[in-house]
């Protein structure tokens, strides 16, 4: 524990251990040239030990910047969801704003946008992380064990493909003119309480020279209540 002190003199050490303490400070003050195989190999103890610290501090301090960040995991899933959404802000959501009222309409308005490389109108097509905090994560496997999992942790997992997928698809995709032959999804929906995950749709495209290529442009489309948004921009590019 972080805060009990320690004051052993280094003759209380084991043997072992205080012998490592000397090599250790050997292979710090001799020159790399010098120094003997045991002082190499003290050092390279040393330098895996303060990587792995500035490893696990990096990390620890992009895990401070999620909404919702907890210190312990032994916070109940009700705690979680009620620090995550105080982190964000702002009234409670009750339902999607800017989807499409059909599966086809939302492709349909999908592709009219990456034509016009219209960027707001692609990103108001996504589930932001406010319906996720209140209509996506309190019905989804990861509030119950054994998939538990903070929901600040969760948004992320989904957030980072998203982005980089997102970006892509608008430098790469964005204003070539293309229209759409069909598309098709899984048939079976996947059912979490009052939504519907539409996976692995595809969509199959005509160009400009009149050739037909198939992709995925993006990850799963979610229904609730009549209305269709997409969950990520994870895409093949």
């Known amino acids: 524990m972080s805060h ?3 004051s052993l003199r280094p003759t209380a050490l084991p043997a072992a251990l205080f012998a490592v303490s000397l090599a250790l ?9 010098a120094a003997t195989p045991a002082q190499l190999a003290a050092k390279v103890v040393r330098d895996s030990v303060v990587k792995d610290s500035t490893t696990r501090a ?6 401070r910047t999620l909404p919702g960040y907890v210190v312990d995991s032994i916070f109940p899933v009700e705690e979680m969801q009620r620090r995550f959404r105080a982190k964000l802000g702002g009234a409670p959501v009750t339902a999607f704003a800017g989807g499409s009222p059909s599966r086809d309409a939302l492709v349909q308005r999908f592709i009219k946008a990456v034509v016009a490389a219209d960027s707001l109108d692609l990103r108001a097509m996504q589930v932001s992380i ?7 994560y309190p019905d989804s496997p990861n509030t119950k064990p054994p998939y538990t999992q903070d929901p600040a942790l969760v948004w992320r997992t989904i957030q980072n493909p998203s982005e980089s997928g997102f970006i892509r698809l608008v430098r790469r995709a964005g204003g070539v003119p293309v229209s759409l032959l ?14 519907r995950f539409w996976t692995n749709c595809e969509l199959q495209l005509r160009g400009e020279k009149g050739d037909a290529s198939t992709h995925r442009f993006f990850g799963n489309i979610i229904e609730r209540d009549r209305q269709f948004k997409f969950m990520s921009y994870k895409n093949e590019f």
Do not use: K, W
Not at 58 to 63: A, P
Not at 130 to 136: C, D, I, K, R, T
Not at 182 to 195: F, W
């Open 58 to 63: 990096r990390q620890d301090s992009v895990n």
């Open 130 to 136: 406010a319906e996720f905090a209140y209509l996506v």
């Open 182 to 195: 069909r598309y098709r999804c899984d048939p079976t929906p996947t059912v979490q309480g009052d939504n």
């Open 25 to 33: 400070a050997s292979a710090c003050s001799t020159p790399e040239s």
């Open 4 to 6: 009990i002190r320690h």
